[in-house]
Structure formats: C-alpha cells, structure tokens
DNA sequence: TGCTGTGAACTAGTTCACAGCT
DNA sequence: AGCTGTGAACTAGTTCACAGCA
C-alpha cells in the first residue's frame, strides 16, 4: 500500500499525519470564526482555545503544512484559512451525491456546512419511486436508476451513503463502478472497497455506547475520593433500572433464544 | 487529571484502551448478526473480517476484557455478545434525551440503533414552541422550558445536541446544571463542560472534509509514479472547477473582505 | 492441529521545553 | 519580551510472532 517514506519531519506538505489533517478542519472553522469578527491575527494559545486543543498540538500541527506563523506575534487569521483550506482541497469544488433521503440524507441536504466548504451536492438520489421528484432542499430527487449517469456527467468523486443498512453495500458498489473514490458511510455496515477508494464512517449508535462506556464507570467510581471503593447506596448520577439480557455464560449448540427483535438494520429511513 | 496507574496489561477491566473501547460496538454488531444467523462460534480471523478489522488487534482488545474465547475453536458468540454489552454497560437502560428536533433530530428519534441498543428516548425537546405537541416518531415533542424538569424526574444522564449551533453551548449549560454527564454533540461548536463530563462530537462536515483531503492527493498522485510533479492537463479523477477565495498572502489591517455567508452556523434546522 | 492470549518490537501521536526569530 | 517552530522524551496504539492450551 505504498508506505511513503517511513516518517520525516516534512519540511512541506508531504506526510501530514492522518491525526493532524483530522483536526484541520477543527482549526479552520475556528479561523473562518475570527475572519468573520475581523480579527487580524491570533496566537497559537488562542486559536487552540478556540479550537478545544492545546496549543503544542496546534503548533505542531502546524509545523507539519510550513511556516506561516511570525514569532512574536501570532498568525495572520487570513492567510492561515487559506492556506488549510488548500491543504484540505477546499479552493476547488467538489460535487456530492448523497443517497438515501430518509430523515438523515435530508437532514444532509440541508446542511449548510457543506456548501459553505466548497462541497456542492450534485444531486440527491433515492430508490424509492415515490421520492422522485419531490424537492428535498430545494432539489429534486432523482430514482437509483440514474446514479451511474449524474456520477459521470457531473463528475462526481465523492459519495455520501445515508441508506439502510441491507441496501449500502449494493449502492458502493454501484458508486464505486461509476467511478466515485471517496464514501461517507452513515448506514451501519462495513463497506468493502476495492483499494484506492476511501470510505469513512459515521455512526450514531457508536458514539452513544462510547459514551455509555464512561457513563458506567462515572457511577462506580463518583462516591469516593479517587482510588474508588464500590459505593453501597445509589449513586448520584446513576441510571435508573438495570437488567436487560439474563447471562448466557456458556451455552451449548442450541437455537437463536432472542427472538431478534430491530436486530442490526437500524438505519434511519427506507431509501 | 487522575492519570490513574501509568499504565499495566490489565487482568480485568481496569484500563481498558479507549481506541480498543471505540471498537467494542463494532464487534458487539457484529456479533449481534451472527447470534441472529445462530452461528454458535467464530474464530478471532472470522469475526474481525465481519467488524473491518485484522484479528490480532481483535484478539489483543478481547484480551483486556478478559480470556472469553477457547483455544483450538474461537468465541462462544453468545457469552461474547453478553461480555461486551455488560462492558459496555449496554445491560443497562439508559434513557436519552435529543434537544433540537430538526431533520437531524428527527433522524435520530427515528433511529431504531439506539433502542436495540439499551438507549431510550426519554424525550424530544425543541425551542420552537410551534413545534411543541408535534408527534416526531411516535412522541410528543416538549418544550425547552420544560428541560430541567424531564431531566430530573427521568434521571437522565445521556444528553444529544442537534440544535443549531448558536443554540448549543447554551443547551450544553442546562443539561449539564440538570445533571446531564454525557453529551453527544452533532452542532459545529467546540462546548466546554466542566470537568466530569464527558462530550463526544459527530461533525458531519468535518468527515467530508477529511475525505476531500485524500481525495486531493489521489488526483495530484494518480498520473505519475510517486514524486508527484504538477500535472499539465487534468488529472484523470480530478473535479470540475478549481479557484475559491484568492489567497491573501499577508493582508494588512484590513476590513472583513470576504462577504460573510453561510458563516460557521450551518446546523441542520433551528430547533 | 488449530486457535487464543500475550510479551516484545514497532509505529503513530502527544507533550515538554527551549532555541531562535521579530 | 513574546511567541513560533521543533528536537527530544514520552505515551498510546498496532502488529508480529509464538508459547500454551484444547
């Protein structure tokens, strides 16, 4: 998979660390927030504030796309939003589709962060026939039938997938053989791609069971000073009931049991 | 902030990894698909194919909850899905509350992810009294005056934010006075909570953004062989137009220039 | 024989602390 | 004096490779 070289320091742009291109985007809303309020420039401590990171990190990450700084002073709130928005690519223009307009492709259609960043939506795409037509967003939607015809007139690189989860395999691969390379993946599934193609993923239900991960150690742990003894009454803030699935601590061949209720097709609305 | 031991292999659940504790929904939906086909036992190689990832990792993660497979077979699927869902305290019910019942809201209130998941929608809160009374999947939406109050009778400890964001800090605020020690943050704003509360962050322009970074440099890498000179004419997956905002090599004082658009609020709808 | 569980080696990411410019 | 830029130290995460058990 091409490695690159092993790791430099990167005097320019080659080799930003995956983790510093992450928080890119996090700097660059922060900047465009300041350009907005004419704020000429910014020091690296306040622009890190602003932007819920600590400032070595931000230096460093910004070591990795140059010099644009000037010691003593801080950065010019201008140039540095132009400079990541040219690392980050957001000079050009890059067309979307977004398929799927359930609840969550409209709420994407909708969103105004994505026009605002040199994304545009090409087009919305659904499978349902009785969405064709109706204007989502100020847009018609268009039937699945044409996905390969508007990802090649438009040129389209980069794909947003807010189906279900039983029909998001199918609509990358259709994506993909239309020549689509980039996928933003909302719909609950591993997609597999061939290589070259990014997929990224997006996941509603993750977050939240992260989320109740740290929740549950809260309560255990809230109590005492820090060592944290288990707490005999009730915790402060401790959920209210407990007990939903019975242990099955080792089962033997046996049948399905649960009787596989919403089970993994989760997904926000029929496409 | 209590860094706690520095760090040590963990025989049980003490310290578990937090990138091994953002995979464990992975294999736990995972899982969940085999126990609905009855698949009584996967080895690490099959089940970390089905979650996207390699099986050492998956093993490694595994052994920080403990030694739940058998050497020679694999996971006992069922006792597996049980230790995850118990680790991450899944077992519990854990009632959720959304504020800002846009098309994002909605999408989220229509999630059938979270209920199969241990997450109950206690309640869609939205600012717009218009808006209060209106069913949004199944349930009424209330109003904001009425936050704290569902909070505490419901002991609510999982808040969800898909106000826009302006709204956000300042719903941030309230939930956290009322009780609220998680938040799940889908408004572009950085939030600042106090300390104890956690906060994780689904940006979905950020994603997109990320993507059209890599998607970038496949266009710039495509044609050549690795050194990566400028290509003369246009790239093979290269997008349409090219040219946004002039750069502004190093402004003087200067005034705001740019027209001030969309702007750093483009959450889905208000709430 | 076949698969898990895990030390050990490696790679990526973060933080420290200070040299060097303005 | 003040703030950037960056080596160096540290911490977290991943992958390797194999011992050990079924």
Redesign the pocket.
């Known amino acids: 998979m091409a ?1 690159g070289r ?2 430099r ?1 990167a005097t320019r742009s080659r080799g930003i ?4 291109v992450a928080r890119l985007p996090l700097y660059l809303r922060a900047l465009t927030a300041l350009s907005e309020r004419s704020v000429p420039t ?4 306040e622009l890190a504030a602003a932007a819920g ?5 931000l ?2 990450d ?2 990795y796309l140059g ?9 010019d709130v201008e140039y540095l939003v132009y400079q990541i928005s040219r690392e980050l690519g957001l000079t050009q223009d890059w067309p979307v589709v977004i398929v799927g307009i359930g609840n969550l492709g409209a709420a994407l259609a909708n969103y105004g962060g994505f026009a605002s960043r040199g994304f545009r939506v090409a087009a919305l795409i659904d499978a349902d026939p009785a969405m064709a037509g109706k204007p989502v967003a100020g847009m018609p939607v268009q039937h699945t039938d044409d996905l390969e015809r508007i990802i090649e007139e438009d040129r389209v690189s980069i794909g947003v997938i807010a189906t279900p989860a039983g029909a998001a395999q199918q609509v990358c691969d259709r994506l993909v053989a239309a020549g689509v390379t980039s996928i933003l993946n909302f719909a609950p599934t591993v997609l597999s791609v061939p290589d070259g193609v990014d997929v990224r993923k997006v996941d509603l239900s993750i977050e939240l069971q992260i989320l109740a991960f740290h929740e549950q150690r809260k309560a255990g742990e809230e109590p005492g000073a820090d060592t944290a003894a288990a707490s005999a009454g009730e915790a402060a803030g401790a959920p209210a009931a407990a007990a939903v699935v019975p242990p099955a601590p080792r089962g033997t061949a046996g049948g399905s049991g649960r009787k596989g209720p919403d089970g993994d097709v989760p997904a926000v609305m029929p496409a």
């Open positions: 490695t092993t790791h320091p660390p995956e983790a510093t910014v020091s690296s401590e990171v600590n400032s070595a990190k230096r460093k910004f070591s010099s644009y700084g000037t010691r003593g002073v801080g950065y």
